[in-house]
């Protein structure tokens, strides 16, 4: 006679990655993960369209991470996630618009209360747009400010290894990159932001 004990410990589950880059909702933790590791990036600001070349671009958007064992009594928890929204070019003579924030949380796991926020790139103005802020990840990393101005603008880069930021007239880089300064005078609308990246990564 073979006599089966439980074999739930030994149940496993491939690398799972959902991504999601715009809206909100809920990601919900399949049976048998162990981790999770959630990565939140937010989106870039736009930058501003001028008269003349006195334009800067808009910042990258920001970074939070965090690693969660995940019990059992996990399986099946609904986290909530939030998509902010890229800024968007500008076509007459006003400032960058700033990206929204992007969220993670709050949600209980392992017994413990989880949130993440990621503040948006601002919009570029006769300055440069600022980075997006991180707060809540084990690790969290500020999104990179604008540089240049007019045709040397430049928008920020999203945070750890996220988008380059945009050229003058050109949209961020995916993922979080901030878009360049416009130029009213030759007809240049400013870049966008880049959008916003959730990643549940489960083992």
């Not at 990655?17 to 809206?23: A, E, K, L, P, S």
Request: with cysteine.
């Amino acid at each position: 006679m073979i006599i089966r004990g439980p074999i739930a410990a030994n149940v496993s589950i491939p690398t799972t990655i959902r991504d999601y880059t715009f809206g909100s909702g809920n990601d919900v933790v399949p049976t048998a993960a162990a981790n999770l590791l959630i990565e939140v990036r937010s989106a870039g600001g736009s930058g501003r369209c001028d008269a003349s070349t006195n334009g800067f671009g808009g910042g990258g958007g920001a970074y939070g991470s965090e690693s969660i064992p995940i019990l059992s009594s996990d399986w099946g928890t609904s986290c909530p996630y939030v998509c902010g929204v890229a800024g968007v070019s500008r076509s007459t003579n006003v400032n960058g618009q700033t990206g929204t924030t992007s969220s993670f949380g709050p949600v209980t796991l392992n017994s413990t209360s989880h949130t993440i926020t990621c503040t948006g790139g601002s919009g570029g103005t006769t300055l440069g747009g600022s980075g997006g802020t991180s707060t809540g990840g084990t690790t969290n990393t500020s999104g990179g400010n604008a540089s240049g101005t007019g045709f040397s603008s430049i928008g920020g880069s999203g945070a750890n290894a996220g988008g380059a930021g945009g050229s003058y007239g050109v949209a961020g880089n995916p993922i979080g990159g901030g878009g360049g300064a416009g130029d009213l005078a030759d007809a240049t609308s400013s870049g966008a932001g880049a959008t916003p990246r959730i990643r549940f990564t489960y083992t």
